[in-house]
């Protein structure tokens, strides 16, 4: 009856109850705190989703950079003393939107190249003597040791997407993204270009094609129509290895059948990224058949 008279509805009254009880001890730490968010979840006061994006944002606030950035041999990084066809072709084959780019005489990154500058240089007919310095964006370095809220916010206030990462020493240890902060956060997000990585060959134009080295070989083989064996190596980066007899460079090459493979991208430990371009005349049979 009081309710009634206060003009207060008798089921607003339960709900508000409920979230004056679930909040009526303060919490004093993030572990109280968590507890009584949990609490509000099981008491459906609080969306299973809104508790997820809440518990992300209390963890990075705890965490580092060090802790999410990419390590520097998996990084996929743009040379200017690389042709521009080659750029783009890497480019192309990786699927990212950045690409730290060195001086490779000193190794030194000189700052950010972003997928969409390359765009009219590929309409203009890619001039072999560009100087890719011309288009490189300014880089933004940070410690290993920031916290990512803090790197959050700078992300916000410079606009950058991209940050590359140094040790103690002033030496880059890695690569950070502002997806990789927010997906620590909201979870994974998926995009085109994470579904277009499933995508292991990836058809550059009629003769050349850009091939992860992760590539099954059943795969390579049923593609370019080869016959590679498929019991001694899981991927097209074991074959290449076993033939090059060492870790190769970018720029060295080799052949497997009628194609010639080219090392667009490789560290100290395995290859990465090649490309495989039709030589001779040569032809698929998957190119014999285009033309029934």
Not at 28 to 34: A, E, F, G, N, W
């Amino acid at each position: 009856m009081a309710d009634d008279q206060a003009g207060i509805d008798p089921e607003r009254r339960s709900w508000i109850d409920k979230i004056a009880q679930v909040f009526s001890d303060e919490p004093t730490d993030t572990r109280s705190l968590l507890e009584l968010l949990r609490n509000a979840e099981q008491d459906d006061l609080l969306d299973a989703d809104a508790l997820g994006i809440i518990e992300g944002a209390l963890q990075v606030s705890s965490m580092q950079v060090r802790d999410i950035m990419i390590p520097r041999s998996q990084a996929v990084i743009v040379s200017t003393s690389m042709p521009v066809r080659e750029t783009v072709e890497m480019v192309a084959g990786a699927s990212h939107s950045r690409f730290p780019v060195i001086e490779e005489q000193v190794d030194n990154i000189i700052g950010v190249l972003l997928a969409k500058d390359l765009l009219p240089l590929c309409l203009r007919g890619m001039p072999e003597n560009f100087n890719l310095r011309k288009i490189v964006r300014p880089a933004t370095f940070v410690p290993e040791s920031q916290p990512l809220n803090t790197l959050l916010k700078e992300f916000r206030e410079s606009r950058n997407h991209m940050a590359i990462v140094v040790d103690d020493y002033g030496s880059v240890s890695g690569l950070v993204t502002i997806e990789d902060v927010l997906e620590q956060i909201v979870g994974e997000i998926q995009d085109e270009t994470d579904i277009e990585d499933d995508s292991h060959i990836k058809r550059f134009d009629d003769r050349n094609h850009i091939v992860k080295a992760l590539t099954p070989i059943s795969d390579f083989n049923e593609h370019f129509a080869t016959e590679l064996d498929e019991r001694k190596f899981n991927s097209i980066g074991g074959i290449l290895l076993q033939q090059f007899g060492h870790i190769p460079e970018r720029g060295e090459t080799t052949r497997i059948g009628p194609y010639l493979v080219s090392v667009l991208h490789a560290d100290n430990r395995q290859i990465k990224l090649v490309k495989v371009t039709l030589t001779g005349n040569g032809m698929r049979k998957e190119d014999e058949n285009s033309d029934d």
